[in-house]
T-cell receptor, first 109, second 114 residues
Framework: KQEVTQIPAALSVPEGENLVLNCSFTDSAIYNLQWFRQDPGKGLTSLLLIQSSQREQTSGRLNASLDKSSGRSTLYIAASQPGDSATYLCAVGAQKLVFGQGTRLTINP | DAGITQSPRHKVTETGTPVTLRCHQTENHRYMYWYRQDPGHGLRLIHYSYGVKDTDKGEVSDGYSVSRSKTEDFLLTLESATSSQTSVYFC?????????????FGPGTRLTVL
């Protein structure tokens, strides 16, 4: 059974810092890995999707990497801003996604 | 934003009563999903649909049933609600173009079972 873990559960950093969020999974036979953002009381918004054959994806200040052999993905956020404060979730799979519990990120002005 | 609406957005009900949650999409996407989100468990898949009248179970399907009679609507039914089904329920959709689909989520329904 696939299990997805995100550590730490919460992270607080000052504005302007570069930061890395971590995601690990137990079964390397994955189709895709996705990163989502969730604001309080809202649904999820897809940020990046990495196909199993890819090593990374970039969108603006976000860069996600995938290392299937070690069962890990990282989400790099450059020059963090208060508006980046949210919970970030990773999920693996194709249609039947398995989610981690998320990292609650706070960017302090 | 993807055209996904969920109704109701909030509901309080009593143990043993039937409850139906509705997900409506305007994107004509093939796949629709129901998840529940709970503290300590994250999001877990309940059921999903890969076409009209085509559904399959997810990780936590016990106590739930679904129906999809039209492309745009996916219903989640709790036949006899229990307190353990208190949760936030999210609907999601994806185009169904292959294994690289992104899922788009609705705003959620907060259900409280007393």
């Amino acid at each position: 059974k696939q299990e997805v873990t995100q550590i730490p559960a919460a992270l607080s950093v000052p504005e302007g810092e570069n930061l890395v969020l971590n995601c690990s999974f137990t079964d390397s036979a994955i189709y895709n890995l996705q990163w989502f953002r969730q604001d309080p009381g809202k649904g999820l918004t897809s940020l990046l999707l990495i196909q199993s054959s890819q090593r990374e994806q970039t969108s603006g200040r976000l860069n996600a990497s995938l290392d299937k052999s070690s069962g890990r993905s990282t989400l790099y956020i450059a020059a963090s801003q208060p508006g980046d404060s949210a919970t970030y979730l990773c999920a693996v799979g194709a249609q039947k996604l398995v989610f981690g519990q998320g990292t609650r990120l706070t960017i302090n002005p | 934003d993807a055209g996904i609406t969920q109704s109701p957005r909030h509901k309080v009900t009593e143990t043993g009563t039937p409850v139906t949650l509705r997900c409506h999409q305007t994107e004509n996407h093939r796949y629709m999903y129901w998840y529940r989100q709970d503290p300590g468990h994250g999001l877990r898949l309940i059921h999903y649909s890969y076409g009209v009248k085509d559904t399959d179970k997810g990780e936590v399907s016990d106590g739930y049933s679904v129906s999809r009679s039209k492309t745009e609507d996916f219903l989640l039914t709790l036949e006899s609600a229990t307190s353990s089904q208190t949760s936030v329920y999210f609907c999601a959709i994806s185009p169904g173009q292959g294994t690289t689909d992104t899922q788009y989520f609705g705003p959620g329904t907060r259900l409280t079972v007393l």
